[in-house]
């Protein structure tokens, strides 16, 4: 993997697979041109994006690096990369890291069973009232 790959850059950012084939062409400009008008997103926010092309043997991922656009790309020699199942209406499959990571190793997703993990409840930090700490004003006095 590269060292700065966008599975390990911004470790807050959604990573989403786009649903349609992609001219391989398409570059920078083109490809950031998909994330304003079908994923309805700024590139500066941090996500990162992946588009296949029609034979899926090649893929592109896109992401913001800090201070500019990056681009990694790979061609495989032999077989494909599998697109997930998605809705016939769907523009995009919002993946995890580990997903990411199958696809690019060439394991079939669908195979894949998770065993149970814990996961942390998310909490706003920024709206915070007073059912959150019941006793905070008791402890003030």
Known sequence: MLPHSPMRA???AQLYLYAKDVDMRRSFDGL???VQSEFMRDILQGDTFLFLNKRR????ILWWDGDGMAIFMKRLEAGTYQRPC???DQVSLLMDRT???LLLSG???SSVKRRKR???ETKSLTHS????HPNEDKNRS
């Open 129 to 132: 009232t007073a059912t959150d």
């Open 57 to 60: 043997d090649r893929i592109k």
């Open 118 to 120: 814990y996961q942390a």
């Open 99 to 101: 997903e990411v990571e």
């Open 107 to 109: 394991i079939e997703l």
């Open 32 to 34: 950031q041109a998909i």
């Open 86 to 88: 998605m809705a016939a």
């Open 10 to 12: 911004n470790f807050g």
